[in-house]
């Protein structure tokens, strides 16, 4: 790990153990002391602009760059739009657009867009945290012409019904200003991006899942021993090890490259492998702590609501099995070339 | 809070190249001496003069030092040729045990004597090994093993029976653990040490062990009063327990864990690439997704292995991801045939289907049982 990276994730991490517990998680208000500092000090320190090339005032890191930090925020169950505001300032720069220093969220799932002049009408569905962003950055096809736009928060906001770890609004806009408008970049493909974010949320939750059933089992006794002792815990421990290691090694494809994170294949495979894995830890991790994980007090219920909420985005492991199936049977080759290619 | 890191490593040109050249290696040679792909290639399918060919490009003892015979190559590339060879179902098996982990076990506990008198062999593709571990009484408990190797003025005394020894019957060697002091309960995993024995040697006897595939790729190895030199001891008297850690470490990374059966999968995407169903394309992406995700974890091994790192936990989760993917790789390839009877399946296809479905429940009990992969991960983790 580049020495950089290493100097921010340390930032990262001293922000986020300081300012992000599990009252947070499940009291969150816009206008909570606890939520203001928080954010505070993640606008502050420029965290959101990691992604934001260096002319236009941010750190000029690359997608591959910021993996760890990812990881580390999903790590921390980090309930606000940090990674959201991280991605969509990156959109913004790849279009030479100055970032933001306030909380953005994004979404490309749009519907009836209509512009008239600087103002935007349309349906925005499943916007993350969009209670504690002031603007929004959408994806959306006009007259066959895909377009980047961030516009200002406004009219009617609907909480989804979801798993609500993290919240997600529908929204329906009526002549909203308009910031910035650009034509999408052919190579840019938002979707992508965005479920690749989740694949590694998903990995740094499993992580934190791992990291809570080992501390669990190992100060809770039965039968006069702590649970660690027994060999069927141990062994459900371990299955979920398995499961976290071999989602972090599925985000390999998304290394060494910017364009792997708009790579159609670099994309399935993590999003496939990761959604598999968080079926199991979940599983496996309730059976580990017993009613305690049930709990809306006890952390793991909000690592539970995020995976499953994650897995389900974009569509989900099973419909990304047959994409990938079907990409591979597409395409001239063998199978061993598919994988070498 | 990473708790166990795989290192992302990139396959340079370098290693694309070498794929490819072993690639075509592969198919003028298997069409010139009529050699035919199988699966389990590396447990079943013994070729010594394959081998031997193995040994002439240079492919065998790819990391040991050229002062001995070796190449000198990296460990990625040797993983790179041997991923090549079992995806085309080579005959590997002759010279397997031997290039994976007993040269390497030489070159790091031998003296000058041993190396010089086998490594070069091992790297010509002329000198095969089998492993001599298991015993009736001492499976996955590897610490209570019994054989004896008693000291004598000359050298040592070896008296016991190995079991499962994969291939003694076509090999020269086996590096034996035995017991060189009497187990002691609360120390069982000293007294132990490893020996270098010429199966040849007088009072060796090894007798086949039918599976239930009615192949006869194992055995049992006995021992009746074998007397060895002194220079039979590999590396320390009493260190056999740390030796042989690591030489597991060798055994259950690589890639041999999930590509076994590969050519089953590519076969059956031959003949029914174009009449899968919905639920069979679904299968094979997540075969696919499986598949390229434990390729990038044993890559990663070999990196640290090259690197003098210790991957002994990452390589039982190879081990045991790797054990899982070859059992549901069966149900996988039912899945993908649901509109296609078995009975319009080619026999060749049907071959390859009843011998992986037979043989696959030996792959989570060779190299360590999926319990022992679990235990060790256990620990890794502080629960033991």
């Known amino acids: 790990m580049k020495d950089e990276i290493k100097i921010i994730l340390d930032i990262c991490d001293k922000i986020l153990l300081k300012n992000v517990d599990h009252h947070l998680r499940i009291n969150l208000k816009p206008n909570s002391t606890q939520f203001k500092t928080l954010k505070d000090e993640i606008i502050s320190s420029e965290l959101t602009k990691l992604l934001?090339?260096?002319?236009?005032?941010?750190?000029?890191?690359?997608?591959?760059?910021?993996?760890?930090?990812?990881?580390?925020?999903?790590?921390?169950?980090?309930?606000?739009?940090?990674?959201?505001?991280?991605?969509?300032?990156?959109?913004?720069?790849?279009?030479?657009?100055?970032?933001?220093?306030?909380?953005?969220?994004?979404?490309?799932?749009?519907?009836?867009?209509?512009?008239?002049?600087?103002?935007?009408?349309?349906?925005?569905?499943?916007?993350?945290?969009?209670?504690?962003?002031?603007?929004?950055?959408?994806?959306?096809?006009?007259?066959n012409q895909k377009y980047i736009i961030l516009f200002q928060k406004g009219g009617k906001l609907k909480l989804q019904k979801n798993f609500l770890s993290e919240p997600k609004f529908d929204l329906d806009a009526s002549e909203l200003e308009i910031i910035s408008m650009m034509e999408k970049p052919e190579q840019m493909d938002v979707q992508n991006l965005l479920i690749n974010v989740r694949s590694i949320q998903s990995f740094g939750a499993m992580e934190k899942i791992l990291k809570l059933c080992i501390e669990y089992c190992s100060q809770r006794k039965q039968f006069g021993r702590t649970l660690s002792k027994f060999q069927m815990i141990q062994n459900h421990i371990s299955e979920i090890a398995l499961e976290v290691a071999a989602s972090g090694a599925s985000l390999s494809t998304l290394k060494n490259n910017n364009k792997n994170f708009y790579n159609l294949k670099n994309t399935a495979i993590p999003k496939i492998r990761t959604g598999i894995a968080s079926g199991k830890v979940i599983a496996l991790s309730h059976q580990v702590h017993g009613a305690m994980g049930f709990t809306k007090e006890y952390e793991l219920s909000y690592f539970t609501k995020a995976l499953n909420s994650w897995r389900n985005e974009f569509g989900n492991e099973i419909y990304w099995q047959n994409i990938l199936g079907k990409l591979f049977l597409n395409q001239n080759k063998n199978l061993w070339e598919f994988l070498n290619h | 809070m990473t708790y166990f890191n795989f290192p992302n490593i990139e396959e340079d040109d370098n290693l694309k190249n070498l794929r490819n050249d072993v690639k075509s290696f592969l198919k003028t040679t298997f069409n010139s001496n009529n050699i035919k792909p199988q699966a389990d290639a590396w447990m079943y399918s013994a070729n010594p003069e394959f081998s031997?060919?193995?040994?002439?490009?240079?492919?065998?003892?790819?990391?040991?030092?050229?002062?001995?015979?070796?190449?000198?190559?990296?460990?990625?590339?040797?993983?790179?040729?041997?991923?090549?060879?079992?995806?085309?179902?080579?005959?590997?098996?002759?010279?397997?045990?031997?290039?994976?982990?007993?040269?390497?076990?030489?070159i790091r506990y031998g003296t000058e004597e041993q190396k010089k008198e086998i490594i070069p062999k091992i790297s010509s593709g002329e000198c095969f090994f089998a492993i001599g571990m298991s015993e009736p009484d001492s499976g996955s408990d590897l610490a209570s093993v019994k054989t004896f190797a008693k000291k004598t003025a000359e050298g040592w005394e070896l008296t016991g029976r190995k079991i499962w020894s994969t291939g003694a019957h076509l090999s020269h060697y086996m590096i034996?653990?035995?017991?060189?002091?009497?187990?002691?309960?609360?120390?069982?995993?000293?007294?132990?040490?490893?020996?270098?024995?010429?199966?040849?040697?007088?009072?060796?006897?090894?007798?086949?062990?039918?599976?239930?595939?009615?192949q006869k790729h194992f055995?049992?190895?006995?021992?009746?009063?074998?007397?060895?030199?002194?220079?039979?001891?590999?590396?320390?008297?009493?260190?056999?327990?740390?030796?042989?850690?690591?030489?597991?470490?060798?055994?259950?990374?690589?890639?041999?864990?999930?590509?076994?059966?590969?050519?089953?999968?590519?076969?059956?995407?031959?003949?029914?690439?174009?009449?899968?169903?919905?639920?069979?394309?679904?299968?094979?992406?997540?075969?696919?997704?499986?598949?390229?995700t434990l390729r990038m974890m044993s890559f990663s091994i070999a990196w640290m292995i090259q690197e003098k790192k210790s991957p002994d936990v990452q390589a039982a989760f190879v081990k045991e991801a790797g054990n899982v993917f070859e059992k549901k790789l069966i149900e996988t390839i039912r899945e993908m045939s649901n509109l296609i009877p078995f009975e319009e399946w080619s026999s060749s296809l049907k071959s390859l289907f009843q011998d992986a479905t037979l043989r696959i429940p030996a792959n989570s009990l060779r190299g360590g049982t999926s319990e022992i992969m679990r235990g060790i991960i256990s620990k890794q983790l502080g629960l033991r």
């Not at chain 2, 199966?199 to 006897?205: A, D, Q």
């Not at chain 2, 060798?250 to 029914?272: A, K, M, Q, V």
């Open chain 1, 52 to 143: 934001v090339k260096e002319n236009l005032g941010g750190a000029g890191m690359s997608l591959t760059d910021i993996i760890p930090i990812v990881q580390l925020s999903a790590q921390y169950g980090t309930p606000i739009p940090f990674i959201e505001t991280i991605i969509s300032n990156f959109l913004l720069s790849e279009l030479n657009i100055k970032p933001e220093n306030d909380f953005i969220t994004l979404t490309n799932k749009t519907e009836n867009i209509l512009i008239k002049k600087d103002k935007i009408s349309g349906n925005f569905k499943s916007i993350p945290y969009l209670n504690l962003a002031k603007k929004i950055l959408v994806e959306t096809e006009i007259k």
């Open chain 2, 52 to 106: 031997k060919k193995l040994g002439e490009k240079g492919w065998l003892g790819m990391s040991f030092p050229k002062k001995y015979g070796g190449r000198e190559k990296t460990m990625l590339e040797r993983y790179v040729i041997t991923e090549e060879l079992l995806v085309a179902g080579a005959p590997v098996a002759a010279h397997w045990i031997a290039d994976r982990q007993s040269g390497s076990q030489i």
């Open chain 2, 176 to 214: 034996v653990l035995a017991r060189t002091e009497k187990l002691d309960e609360k120390n069982r995993h000293s007294g132990l040490s490893q020996f270098l024995v010429n199966l040849k040697l007088p009072g060796v006897e090894i007798n086949p062990i039918e599976d239930m595939t009615h």
């Open chain 2, 219 to 292: 055995n049992e190895t006995v021992f009746n009063n074998v007397i060895l030199n002194k220079d039979a001891l590999l590396g320390e008297e009493g260190m056999g327990w740390q030796q042989v850690v690591g030489e597991l470490a060798l055994e259950r990374s690589g890639p041999e864990r999930f590509l076994s059966h590969y050519i089953l999968l590519d076969n059956f995407i031959s003949e029914f690439r174009y009449k899968m169903s919905e639920m069979g394309i679904t299968s094979l992406g997540k075969i696919i997704s499986e598949l390229q």
